[in-house]
């Protein structure tokens, strides 16, 4: 099968350039250092700032908030754990909150935090998820766990919640769990909402925002962290104190413009887009529903180009790897270690048997998703899945 009829399920990891971003990208691609007192250095600095400028105006924040970085992974550790060294040095605060369904990008900036080899004496409070990884606010436990953050805050160091799981694509309610949690360190994992949701940094409440330039179609190794006027941070990067002195290194003009051009396509064309990206993945959930035993993780409200499921008796990486031989990128949703598929920390914190969790299997399409594209891999499905528990577990 050639590259063009190759069909690409895995927009959750990463989306294809939008052109928009590769032509503002081009259009300054020899600008310069926008650190520099000069013409070149203006010019750059200008282009940066009104990059800068049109992120905050489509995410209802402040220029001075938009804080570029490298990454959401960047984004989510200097939120992290600036927030929570800061609570601990001018507060006195070391506990921090959290769900165990985290991308690992904050999941491990808390486990570094908490249990790592150096003492920082932080302690980690579990925030509960429901059976499909959602925290319900609703829940007995969960309610009395955010009114004690609201009623006793002093020894909070922070409040972490992701806004959508990078796996299931369920959406959690973040405005509500935020809510009242004014006087704590609070931050969002965004990196799969921005360009897919609306947002509104100031209504949500939250002190810290972090985003992924490549999931919404604009560069890679581009990002940007939200962080509140208010947000008290003390930056683990060190360095020329640029972008507020929260993430020092010479800034990415070229990343930035094609950053804003991205999120202001995305954010134009979002109702369009999701509705044919939400028609693609039910054309592909109406078959997988249909086969043997299967457990689909993905329940609304969800993200509407995600569908995750485990098919018990298969391997996850047998699924993958036949759906690769076939001509479909997708993905199993969990990180592999040294090639070794472990289970999905995200399925096994939602209570799911390891057994169930290895034969995991994440599709997930986006604007380029054809529906030819969704029926074609609804028909690969049930044999390819017949295929694997054939073939059996490792």
Same mark, same amino acid.
């Given at each position: 099968?050639?590259?063009?009829? +190759? @069909?690409?399920?895995?927009? =959750?990891?990463?989306?294809? $350039?939008?052109?928009?971003?590769?032509?503002?990208?081009? +259009?300054?691609?020899?600008?310069?250092?926008?650190?520099?007192?000069?013409?070149?250095?203006?010019?750059?600095?200008?282009?940066?700032?009104?990059?800068?400028?049109?992120?905050?105006?489509?995410?209802? *924040?402040?220029?001075?908030?938009?804080?570029?970085?490298?990454?959401?992974?960047?984004?989510?550790?200097?939120? @992290?754990?600036?927030?929570?060294?800061?609570?601990?040095?001018? +507060?006195?605060?070391?506990? @921090?909150?959290?769900? &165990?369904?985290? #991308?690992?990008?904050?999941?491990?900036?808390?486990?570094?935090?908490?249990?790592?080899?150096?003492?920082?004496?932080?302690?980690? !409070?579990?925030?509960?998820?429901?059976?499909?990884?959602?925290?319900?606010?609703?829940?007995?436990?969960?309610?009395?766990?955010?009114?004690?953050?609201?009623?006793?805050?002093?020894?909070?160091?922070?409040?972490?919640?992701?806004?959508?799981?990078?796996?299931?694509?369920?959406?959690?309610?973040?405005?509500?769990?935020?809510?009242?949690?004014?006087? @704590?360190?609070?931050?969002?994992?965004?990196?799969?909402?921005?360009?897919? $949701?609306?947002?509104? %940094? #100031?209504?949500?409440?939250?002190?810290?925002?972090?985003?992924?330039?490549?999931? %919404?179609?604009?560069?890679?190794?581009?990002? %940007?962290?939200?962080?509140? !006027? #208010?947000?008290?941070? /003390?930056?683990?990067?060190?360095?020329?104190?640029?972008?507020?002195?929260?993430?020092?290194?010479?800034? &990415?003009?070229?990343? =930035?413009?094609?950053?804003?051009?991205?999120?202001?396509?995305?954010?134009?064309?979002?109702?369009?887009?999701?509705?044919?990206?939400?028609?693609?993945?039910? *054309?592909?959930?109406?078959?997988? +529903?249909? /086969?043997?035993?299967?457990?689909?993780?993905?329940?609304?409200?969800?993200?509407?180009? #995600?569908?995750?499921?485990?098919?018990?008796?298969?391997?996850?990486?047998?699924?993958?790897?036949?759906?690769?031989?076939?001509?479909?990128?997708?993905?199993?949703?969990?990180?592999?270690?040294?090639?070794? &598929?472990?289970?999905?920390?995200?399925?096994?914190?939602?209570?799911?048997?390891?057994?169930?969790?290895?034969?995991?299997?994440? /599709?997930?399409?986006?604007?380029?998703?054809?529906?030819?594209?969704?029926?074609?891999?609804?028909?690969?499905?049930?044999?390819?899945?017949?295929?694997? !528990?054939?073939?059996?577990?490792?």
């Amino acid at each position: 099968m050639n590259q063009q009829s +190759r @069909i690409y399920a895995d927009y =959750a990891a990463s989306a294809p $350039l939008r052109p928009e971003a590769a032509e503002a990208m081009e +259009r300054v691609a020899t600008e310069l250092n926008p650190a520099g007192q000069y013409k070149t250095g203006r010019d750059a600095r200008r282009i940066l700032e009104e990059s800068r400028e049109q992120i905050a105006d489509l995410l209802g *924040a402040d220029p001075v908030e938009v804080v570029f970085t490298s990454s959401g992974t960047e984004a989510d550790n200097i939120a @992290i754990q600036g927030q929570a060294l800061a609570a601990a040095a001018h +507060r006195g605060a070391r506990t @921090i909150v959290s769900t &165990n369904t985290e #991308h690992p990008a904050v999941l491990e900036s808390v486990q570094w935090l908490c249990d790592g080899p150096l003492d920082f004496g932080f302690r980690h !409070r579990e925030l509960p998820v429901d059976a499909y990884g959602r925290v319900d606010p609703r829940d007995p436990d969960t309610a009395q766990l955010l009114a004690e953050l609201r009623d006793n805050p002093s020894d909070t160091a922070l409040l972490t919640c992701m806004w959508a799981n990078n796996e299931t694509g369920n959406i959690n309610p973040v405005a509500t769990i935020l809510d009242g949690q004014d006087s @704590i360190a609070t931050h969002v994992d965004a990196v799969q909402v921005v360009g897919h $949701l609306p947002i509104d %940094f #100031h209504s949500l409440g939250a002190k810290t925002l972090a985003a992924s330039a490549h999931k %919404f179609g604009g560069p890679r190794s581009t990002g %940007f962290l939200l962080a509140s !006027r #208010h947000a008290d941070i /003390l930056s683990p990067i060190r360095g020329g104190g640029q972008e507020r002195g929260l993430r020092s290194g010479t800034v &990415n003009v070229q990343g =930035a413009a094609g950053t804003a051009a991205a999120l202001a396509s995305a954010m134009e064309n979002m109702e369009r887009e999701n509705l044919a990206v939400r028609a693609a993945r039910d *054309a592909i959930a109406e078959v997988a +529903r249909t /086969l043997d035993d299967v457990r689909i993780w993905t329940e609304e409200p969800a993200l509407p180009g #995600h569908l995750h499921m485990s098919l018990p008796g298969a391997e996850g990486d047998s699924l993958i790897m036949l759906l690769d031989a076939a001509g479909v990128d997708a993905s199993t949703g969990s990180a592999c270690s040294s090639g070794v &598929n472990r289970a999905s920390h995200v399925l096994t914190a939602m209570g799911v048997d390891v057994a169930v969790a290895r034969g995991a299997l994440r /599709l997930t399409v986006g604007k380029g998703t054809s529906i030819p594209d969704a029926t074609r891999i609804a028909q690969l499905l049930p044999g390819i899945v017949e295929q694997a !528990r054939t073939a059996g577990m490792a």
